[in-house]
């Protein structure tokens, strides 16, 4: 093989694998963040092709250089979309967090105050962020984002560089993901949206008995100081269940990946 046709290929070959990890940055919660400068981000992503570069040519992949710059877009973008698919079933969860804190903040009467969340740069309410915030610091407690990096490191072992393979069963798993973030969403907002719709009955039942009582005046701060102490009381199970569910997710994304290389 002539060393110009090598060297091409070589750089093409750094450029598929450095294209997957960008993909990672796109929406990969704590990857994703506005926090962090675009060029940490794409310094970050250079820096694992560089560690990844070694494997991948040590493997049965064979370098051949697509005949025209379409396919190379192509094979790109893919590559592109398997660091994007990844993010994406994590931003799920994030997603499904911040939806139930939400929920919460519309019982408890704190919709109305949105505060700017640091990661995404959109107004979200007060419980909502919290939450979001919570989930953002076990993620980085349990070493979530470097399980992410280990999982799309050993991905080049089941996808190899250009050979991304769309189907049906990709859209169906993404689809079913997609649905079961309002699942999760309900669940995380249930045991406190639940306590303080039970409180609105009985603030209904006072206000028919006790038709002098000034119930907006008195059960907006009922409903404020009632949802957060049970909000302190749950902290420790609220812990337990977001390492359960980020793990769930973490689990997963092998079985996405083999997805993606069976088409």
């Given at each position: 093989?002539?060393?110009?046709?090598?060297?091409?290929?070589?750089?093409?070959?750094?450029?598929?694998?450095?294209?997957?990890?960008?993909?990672?940055?796109?929406?990969?919660?704590?990857?994703?963040?506005?926090?962090?400068?675009?060029?940490?981000?794409?310094?970050?992503?250079?820096?694992?092709?560089?560690?990844?570069?070694p494997l991948v040519l040590q493997s049965s992949y064979q370098l051949i250089y697509?005949?025209?710059?379409?396919?190379?877009?192509?094979?790109?973008?893919?590559?592109?979309?398997?660091?994007?698919?990844?993010?994406?079933?994590?931003?799920?969860?994030?997603?499904?967090?911040?939806?139930?804190?939400?929920?919460?903040?519309?019982?408890?009467?704190?919709?109305?105050?949105?505060?700017?969340?640091?990661?995404?740069?959109?107004?979200?309410?007060?419980?909502?962020?919290?939450?979001?915030?919570?989930?953002?610091?076990?993620?980085?407690?349990?070493?979530?984002?470097?399980?992410?990096?280990?999982?799309?490191?050993?991905?080049?072992?089941?996808?190899?560089?250009?050979?991304?393979?769309?189907?049906?069963?990709?859209?169906?798993?993404?689809?079913?993901?997609?649905?079961?973030?309002?699942?999760?969403?309900?669940?995380?907002?249930?045991?406190?949206?639940?306590?303080?719709?039970?409180?609105?009955?009985?603030?209904?039942?006072?206000?028919?008995?006790?038709?002098?009582?000034?119930?907006?005046?008195?059960?907006?701060?009922?409903?404020?100081?009632?949802?957060?102490?049970?909000?302190?009381?749950?902290?420790?199970?609220?812990?337990?269940?977001?390492?359960?569910?980020?793990?769930?997710?973490?689990?997963?994304?092998?079985?996405?990946?083999?997805?993606?290389?069976?088409?």
């Amino acid at each position: 093989m002539p060393a110009d046709l090598m060297i091409n290929e070589y750089i093409y070959l750094f450029a598929l694998i450095l294209s997957r990890y960008l993909g990672m940055m796109l929406l990969t919660p704590v990857f994703g963040s506005q926090v962090l400068l675009s060029q940490i981000k794409v310094l970050t992503a250079v820096t694992l092709t560089i560690l990844t570069f070694p494997l991948v040519l040590q493997s049965s992949y064979q370098l051949i250089y697509p005949d025209s710059n379409l396919q190379v877009f192509i094979e790109l973008s893919g590559e592109l979309s398997i660091g994007f698919f990844m993010g994406f079933l994590v931003f799920l969860v994030f997603s499904a967090v911040l939806f139930g804190g939400q929920i919460i903040d519309m019982m408890m009467g704190f919709r109305i105050a949105n505060v700017v969340d640091p990661f995404s740069g959109a107004n979200s309410p007060v419980i909502g962020q919290f939450k979001n915030i919570f989930i953002t610091l076990i993620f980085l407690a349990v070493n979530g984002h470097l399980y992410l990096i280990r999982h799309l490191y050993d991905s080049f072992k089941i996808i190899q560089p250009g050979q991304v393979l769309y189907s049906a069963q990709l859209w169906s798993f993404l689809f079913r993901r997609s649905a079961d973030m309002f699942t999760l969403a309900l669940k995380i907002a249930l045991p406190i949206a639940g306590a303080v719709f039970f409180m609105d009955i009985i603030l209904g039942f006072l206000a028919r008995t006790v038709p002098q009582m000034n119930l907006f005046v008195v059960g907006l701060p009922v409903k404020i100081l009632a949802g957060l102490l049970l909000l302190y009381i749950l902290l420790p199970v609220l812990h337990t269940f977001y390492v359960d569910i980020i793990f769930d997710v973490i689990n997963e994304i092998p079985s996405l990946f083999r997805i993606l290389s069976m088409g």
